[in-house]
């Protein structure tokens, strides 16, 4: 009987690939990579007490519209052993990577023993954290985040426990969204707190009016501009601490709070082993998903990525992009050349029936970056065939540079508006511009949409302003002088509400009126939605009046008022 040399048994060992972290980055790594290589010996490390779940139902489960809590469960244990023959260890904590020997610490949370385990290659998938900020009280009982299983069963308990008449959810962000909308779906008043002068930071502000106007509407008590200074217990119930600078009450007497301030990327792991992180604190990776050390990857909400339409890294903690991360991840693990492309941010939420959704750059990033070379257009068209039964308004922006390269899009409404969104998200994708936007040929029935969709009609906006044929008036210049802003719809609609210092000329008396019309400063039009207003600049044009459009008309400047 002879005996193995060390070089031998490494030569015929199986390959160890090591995994910290579940949910979408981590697991979708695992799975992937089991489907490409059959024999390597793959191991799960997770802090938490489940391996994969649905992290984006988690407010829908405090709200009961998943009732129950294993619907949230994507992947077990033993279906990961059964099915792809991966080991996972749940409430196992590494602490410590030794990239010299390839090992790392991993302690067993439940009884607290420690050991080594070795690794060929290793893939980082260690997610982000809620942000706690250093304020008084947000350990009082009835302060709650939302980022795992266990987190909501706190807050359902805490409801459960007995009747709760209020809550306040502090950001406006997604998850806050998410939670003020299942709150108010449980019963109870609901005060909506942030920091920044509108929700949905990724929005320009104009199209976050509408979401908080909304909002108004069904009830929620939408405090903009207001930050949180702390928590403090008054018998049984919270008081709520801002910082507003207005003459409103700054505290909020609640029965719970939600902090959904945001996430930031968990690194220790990375920066303690030495890996590079990058300037948006997230750890640095290539399109391989490899990190600054070859024989470490990494995915998910921890890593930073490139931006698609700026070129800029960023950290972007959604879903989608993680689980093709993973895929990716695995792939370059298996010998295989993939590549992650970036990520342009196409992100969608749902709040109290109405639909939020944006893709690519917002003005406001372009405008923090620099960029001058860009146009918008908006627009407030039905969401199907205006004729059908129960068209409603779908609010859409779409930005263009100057070439007619798509830069970005945002839609507001109740129906239609993912289907947009995706889209004009398929075509800044593969590079198409606003022309091929106005060219494509969409679905069309009058119940799903129009001959023109919005998207067509956004298209043909976009090439109007390209070719001349409509210049657009500056809505952030709307209150300098030297303009006479005409309003052309009919009296009886403006004098429902106009903006301030408006002239009204109805576009069914304009041709027969033009000697009224100035010819010695430009006239900035407006109209309900843009239309209209349109309709008129054609004809000033051709006139030899410098008529300029403010797109989006009346409906853009009560967004843009309900943001402020």
Known sequence: MTTQTNLEIAATARRRVLIVGGVAGGASTAARLRRLDEDAEIVIFERGQHVSFANCGLPYHVGNVIPDEASLLVASRELFRDRFAVEVFTEHEVTSIDRACQTLRVRDLKTGLERDERWDALVLAPGAAPLRPPLPGLELPGVFTVKTIPDTRRIRAFLDDKPRAHATVVGGGFIGLEMAENLVERGLQVTLIEKLPQVMPPLDADMAGFVALHLRQRGVDVRLSTGLAGVEARGERLAVHTDAATDIVRDVDTDLVILALGVRPEVTLAREAGLTIGARGGIVVDEQLRTSDPSILAVGDAIEVKDIVSGAEQVLPLAGPANRQGRVAAATLAGKHAAFRGVQGTAVVGVLGLTVATTGQSEKAL?????RDYHVVELHPGHHASYYPGAKALHLKLIFDTRGAILGAQAVGTEGVDKRIDVIATALQLGADVRQLAGLELCYAP??????????????????VLEGQMPLADWDRLDEPGHLLLDVREPREFARGHI?????????????????????????????????????????????????????????????????
């Open 500 to 564: 301030p210092g408006a002239t009204n000329l109805p576009l069914s008396e304009l041709r027969a009126r033009l000697d009224e019309i100035p010819r010695d400063q430009p006239v900035w039009l407006c109209c309900a939605v843009g239309q209209r207003a349109y309709f008129a600049q054609r004809q000033l044009l051709q006139h030899g009046i410098d008529a300029r459009n403010l797109s989006g008309g009346y409906a853009t400047w009560q967004a843009r008022r309900a943001a402020a």
């Open 367 to 371: 405008t923090r970056a620099g960029r």
């Open 447 to 464: 119940q799903f949409g129009a001959a023109k969709d919005p998207v067509n009609v956004a298209g043909m906006m976009a090439v109007n």
